[in-house]
């Protein structure tokens, strides 16, 4: 059952910008903390942009030239991307996080989108 449904990636020059989306069903995304990671070849997965509260975003290393934001209307959370870096190539995954002791608690990943940066 496929709970979060990513699109957007692709190849890109440096300097360029790319949206990435992520659509959930209702009630995931009105109940889990919506979240993009990122994980490059040989590298451990990491932290992108999350919804840490209403109002308040947490941001990896990217904060200046990434941003995240929401459509309620459409449950879709969305990463916009500018002045992207070849380090920035990275397959990048949505996360909707419902930790213990939420019940029910889950943490389910998107399939994962490719974003290759390069000339």
């Known amino acids: 059952q496929v709970q979060l449904v990513e699109s957007g990636g692709g190849l890109v020059q440096p300097g360029g910008s790319l949206r990435l989306s992520c659509a959930a069903s209702?009630?995931?995304?009105?109940?889990?903390?919506m979240g993009w990671y990122r994980q490059a070849p040989g590298k451990q997965r990491e932290l992108v942009a999350r919804?840490?509260?209403?109002?308040?975003t947490d941001y990896g290393a990217v904060k200046d030239r990434f941003t995240m934001s929401r459509d309620n209307a459409k449950n879709t959370v969305y990463l916009q991307m500018n002045n992207l870096k070849p380090e920035d190539t990275a397959v990048y995954y949505c996360?909707?996080?419902?930790?213990?002791?939420?019940?029910?608690?889950?943490?389910?990943w998107g399939q994962g989108t490719q974003v290759t940066v390069s000339s």
């Open positions: 996360n909707a996080n419902r930790p213990w002791p939420a019940i029910p608690s889950y943490s389910y």
């Open positions: 209702t009630s995931i995304f009105m109940s889990a903390t």
């Open positions: 919804f840490a509260s209403a109002n308040t």
